[in-house]
């Protein structure tokens, strides 16, 4: 009973683990929203845009590190180290962040930038 109760509470904490931040799909933004700026305006909006993708990717990446670290312990050594699994994830502000860089992208385009 011990034992599935450990496998339990490791099926359920796996599924809680940040992911990597290649990991992550781009969630859609529909590049209407960018289609009124002028072509600086969109260079600015991508320059900012990189800069806060920059820093989340780096926060996901420590979380996902962790996670790992943590899982690591909590089935080798400590199982309620699982309970810290998971906190710290970034990835739908990340996805976000994807997605606007990508309807940026599309604007630029469409507008000959």
């Known amino acids: 009973m011990k034992a599935l109760s450990l496998i339990a509470a490791a099926a359920l904490t796996l599924s809680a683990c940040a992911p990597a931040p290649g990991d992550i799909a781009a969630a859609y933004v529909s590049p209407t929203a960018f289609a009124g700026r002028t ?21 996901q990446q420590a979380a996902a590190d962790s996670d790992a670290m943590m899982m690591g312990i909590g089935m080798l050594i400590l199982w309620p180290a699982l309970l810290a699994v998971g906190h710290n994830d970034q990835s739908p502000a990340i996805s976000q962040m994807m997605g606007e860089a990508e309807a940026i992208r599309a604007a630029a385009v469409s507008r000959g930038c």
């Open 39 to 59: 072509c600086a305006s969109l260079a600015n909006d991508a320059t900012a845009l990189n800069a806060r993708l920059a820093a989340a990717t780096g926060q």
